[in-house]
């Protein structure tokens, strides 16, 4: 059964980077059927989502987030990871990753981190 | 970027059927996912397609769409299905962009 895991600081300051990796197993995220995402729940708001991953390298993300964002991966740790910069107090939120399939969408999900963003 | 419009709230008496919409233009191109949210847990996918449930899905789970508008349907509603619920589809301003709606909250009274 697929697994992911969410890891990374709680608590991050304003103007810094928030930095999540996910790690994935019981399955490849070199896998060219899939895509691997971010998606994020601010307190008392709905579902966000912030960008994909892959196979082929390219990413997509999420155009309305004001934080720059970055999603890489390290296949020999079968991990992905988000970078948030210049983060503010509007990117506290559970952050999850997950693995998506086109036509699908994202079947499997981790159980989410929580980051917040205060001084 | 494209958006998905959902009612905030809905209510179903226990074993009555609900139906959660989702309007946005995007969906005249393609078809929305939709999970269930409960507190603190992580979301499920509950339907894609044009009525495809994942595997584990209860069959009272139902999806449909028509237009604009996307639907999640629940028939004989049970205690456990009061949640949220999200529609996630891509943008049709491009397909590599995703999209969530505002979420709707289901009360099982």
């Known amino acids: 059964q697929l697994r992911l895991q969410e890891s990374g600081p709680g608590l991050v300051k304003p103007s810094e980077t928030l930095s999540l990796t996910c790690t994935v197993s019981g399955g490849s995220i070199s896998s060219s059927v899939y895509y691997w995402g971010w998606i994020r729940h601010p307190p008392g708001k709905g579902l966000e989502w912030i960008g994909n991953m892959y196979y082929s390298g390219n990413n997509f993300y999420n155009p309305s987030l004001k934080s720059p964002v970055t999603i890489s991966k390290d296949t020999s740790k079968n991990q992905f990871s988000l970078k948030l910069s210049s983060v503010t107090a509007a990117d506290t939120a559970v952050y999850y990753c997950?693995?998506?399939?086109?036509?699908?969408?994202?079947?499997?999900w981790g159980q989410g981190a929580l980051v917040t963003v205060s001084s | 970027s494209s958006e998905l419009t959902q009612d905030p709230a809905v209510s179903v008496a226990l074993g009555q059927t609900v139906r959660i919409t989702c309007q946005g233009d995007t969906l005249r191109s393609y078809y929305a996912s939709w999970y269930q949210q409960k507190p603190g847990q992580a979301p499920v996918l509950v339907m894609y397609g044009q009525d495809n449930r994942p595997s584990g899905i209860p069959d009272r789970f139902s999806g449909s769409s028509s237009g604009n508008t996307a639907s999640l349907t629940i028939t004989g509603a049970r205690a456990e299905d009061e949640a949220d619920y999200y529609c996630?589809?891509?943008?049709?301003?491009?397909?590599?962009?995703?999209?969530f709606g505002t979420g709707t909250k289901v009360t099982v009274l």
């Open positions: 996630n589809s891509r943008d049709s301003s491009y397909d590599h962009l995703e999209v």
């Open positions: 997950a693995r998506g399939y086109r036509g699908m969408g994202f079947e499997f």
